[in-house]
């Protein structure tokens, strides 16, 4: 099991550049989350798929959009990146079942930087 | 609102010393818990998780935390700190809703000294 993948890993944009980052897991869960990491803020949440085919915003969700492609897969778009989105992105998945179905598993990370 | 407090920004310890991360949670009901670790330059994994039952927990790495509904507190605790346990710890709490998220503290960054 590979658990939770996130692609790329690294990623350098110019201003107004767009670009997909993508994520798959393979646990079977319901639930997938995409994170922002910047420092001294912790983790905040841009969006989260409940499930496949639901969407809903969570803390910080202008400049982006998602999608969730099918159970597995969970994708970030960033249709005109800016300098405020340069940042670690995380994505997670949760079983979303039964007690501890609120348990995230994460991803490695992509780090974007935007010139 | 929900929310999650980690006072400590920062905590320097000497290798062997033991070690205890606070964490403080507003919450209605029972809470779930969680302690995540994070590596320099890697994601988060799991150390432990609290949903009912015994309140003191074990997680891997030799970690424990103790669930204190009293003091609304899930501190993280290590008898004796390794250097490779350098890295930031966050706390998360499950929403009361029905969401399913998770509400993060903004973590504390572990510095061992040799």
């Known amino acids: 099991n590979a658990g939770v993948t996130q692609t790329p890993k690294f990623q350098v944009l110019k201003t107004g550049q767009s670009m997909t980052l993508q994520c798959a897991q393979d646990m079977n869960h319901n639930s997938m989350y995409w994170y922002r990491q910047d420092p001294g803020m912790g983790l905040r949440l841009i969006y989260y798929?409940?499930?496949?085919?639901?969407?809903d915003k969570g803390e910080v969700p202008n400049g982006y959009n998602v999608s969730r492609l099918n159970k597995r897969e969970f994708s970030l778009r960033l249709e005109s990146a800016a300098p405020s989105q340069t940042s670690v992105y995380f994505c997670a998945s949760s079983s979303r079942t039964g007690p501890g179905g609120n348990t995230q598993y994460f991803g490695p990370g992509t780090r974007l930087t935007v010139l | 609102a929900q929310s999650v407090t980690q006072p400590d920004i920062h905590i320097t310890v000497s290798e062997g010393a033991s070690l205890e991360l606070r964490c403080n949670y507003s919450?209605?009901?029972?809470?779930?818990l969680f302690w995540y670790v994070q590596s320099p330059g890697q994601g988060l994994q799991l150390l432990l998780k609290y949903f009912s039952g015994d309140t003191l927990v074990q997680g891997i790495k030799g970690f424990e935390a103790e669930f204190k509904r009293s003091q609304s507190s899930f501190n993280l605790r290590k008898p004796s700190v390794h250097w490779s346990d350098a890295a930031e710890y966050f706390c998360a709490v499950g929403a009361e809703d029905s969401s399913y998220k998770l509400i993060f503290g903004s973590g504390t960054r572990l510095l061992v000294r040799p």
């Open positions: 798929s409940a499930s496949e085919g639901t969407t």
């Open positions: 919450y209605g009901a029972t809470p779930y």
